[in-house]
């Protein structure tokens, strides 16, 4: 008994030492911000601004390459997206939204790339098509709902999933897909109990049945 006190003091007696000469850390170092980095996004963001997505992506590209400071990165992530998104990439951006929430999960940007996330999942239902082999060929009717949906049930309470959560249930209803709205109206009902559109969402699941 005496020699298990005597080996839980000495264990005790090296987390503090080895706390206090900084072997053991609260959190990782942070990686300094790159001059090199910030002059090639600065660069990036004004082409984007002039909507030369190509050229911004490009130079965001090389950017990502020589900074290792976390939110560096994360706003370099994050306008790669939106090059992509604006050329009309759905899917890589899609991708790199996903990507951004992945690896910075308490982003300021959160709600502006759920709104995104939802934004490419209407494209998809509205006919846009993913590429094989270069060529945009590729039907995503259903994929765009499975990104809408994943989002509902990944991020309810963002801000724009209550508003984005009645668009697809009118999406569904207009379509004539009944029994897919009416589940997506009790949904909807079910999540947001207080909703000033509760008594539309109520109505239409009516017309549903």
Not at 65 to 70: E, G, H, R
Request: charged residues 25%; aromatic residues 16%; hydrophobic residues 35%.
């Amino acid at each position: 008994m005496q020699r298990l006190v005597l080996i839980t003091i000495l264990g005790v007696l090296f987390f503090i030492g080895c706390a206090s000469k900084g072997i053991i850390k609260d959190k990782p170092e942070e990686y300094p911000v790159s001059a090199q980095a910030e002059e090639k996004y600065q660069e990036a963001e004004n082409a984007f601004s002039n909507k030369q997505y190509g050229r911004s992506l490009g130079l965001l590209k090389e950017a990502k390459k020589l900074t290792k400071n976390s939110s560096q990165l994360e706003k370099i992530l994050f306008l790669i997206a939106e090059n992509y998104f604006f050329q009309g990439y759905y899917n890589p951006g899609y991708k790199q939204y996903q990507k951004v929430l992945q690896d910075y999960s308490k982003t300021s940007r959160l709600n502006e790339i759920i709104g995104r996330q939802f934004e490419i999942g209407y494209k998809f239902l509205q006919g846009a098509k993913r590429s094989l082999w270069g060529l945009y060929i590729i039907p995503s009717y259903d994929y765009g709902l499975k990104i809408i949906r994943e989002t509902l049930k990944n991020y309810p309470y963002a801000e724009p999933s209550e508003q984005y959560h009645l668009k697809l249930a009118h999406h569904l209803f207009q379509s004539k897909y009944y029994d897919e709205a009416l589940l997506e109206y009790q949904n909807f009902i079910n999540v947001y109990p207080r909703s000033k559109n509760l008594s539309e969402a109520e109505y239409y699941q009516i017309l549903c049945n």
